[in-house]
Structure formats: structure tokens, C-alpha cells
Nanobody, 117 residues
Framework: AQLVESGGGLVQSGGSLRLSCAAS????????MNWFHQGPGKERELVAGITSDGRSTNYADSVKGRFTISRDNAKNMVYLQMNSLEPEDTAVYYC???????????WGQGTQVSVSS
């Protein structure tokens, strides 16, 4: 089982990026999904989360109104649309899978997002 993030890169302040997280080896619909980020010298922080059925989402205050998390269980994909990016959003972004029925979490290897001012 694994998660693979993609879509990171370098963007100017005010720009947009769409991160993708591809899941394999497990049934995505049995997992809530989260995006975390970890900036230079900082702790890893929760950015956004979505329930297993996609009906409910939650966001860190710092990204509300700018980021949108979504998922397509049929395609085993989770997304993070990031708009109005700010230099403070610069971080490595990780997706994680949290099981509904117990068991281990899964984490991806991360994708770097860099926002220039």
C-alpha cells in the first residue's frame, strides 16, 4: 500500500497549484484523507481533511477560503487545490490516509511547494 503525491513546484505569490495524491494497495473509500504540510524548521501541521465519503471537510484557519480538498474514490485520488498562494505556504506537503475501522495510517513521501514573493 502506498500514497504518492505530485503537483508541487515553484510559484509566485498569488498563484495556484493543484496537488494530487494517488493511492494504491488499499480501498480508499475506507479511509479519511488529510493533507499536512511542514515548513522549514517547523512542525508538521494539518492543512485540510476530508471524510471517507467526501461529504465533510475541514481546514486550518490559515488556508480557509484559499484551499480546497476533494477526492475521487473511483479513481483512488485525493486533491488539494491551492489558490492565492503566499510565501508562508512554502512547505513540503504530505497526504495521509486514516482508516475508518482501525489499523495503520499511511503517509506519502511529500511534494515540495515553494512560493516566491
Amino acid at each position: 500500500a502506498q500514497l504518492v503525491e505530485s503537483g508541487g513546484g515553484l510559484v509566485q505569490s498569488g498563484g495556484s497549484l493543484r496537488l494530487s495524491c494517488a493511492a494504491s494497495g488499499f480501498t480508499l473509500s475506507n479511509y479519511a484523507m488529510n493533507w499536512f504540510h511542514q515548513g522549514p524548521g517547523k512542525e508538521r501541521e494539518l492543512v485540510a481533511g476530508i471524510t471517507s465519503d467526501g461529504r465533510s471537510t475541514n481546514y486550518a484557519d490559515s488556508v480557509k477560503g484559499r484551499f480546497t480538498i476533494s477526492r475521487d474514490n473511483a479513481k483512488n485520488m485525493v486533491y488539494l487545490q491551492m489558490n492565492s498562494l503566499e510565501p508562508e505556504d512554502t512547505a513540503v506537503y504530505y497526504c495521509s490516509a486514516v482508516p475508518k475501522f482501525g489499523g495503520r495510517d499511511y503517509w506519502g513521501q511529500g511534494t515540495q511547494v515553494s512560493v516566491s514573493s
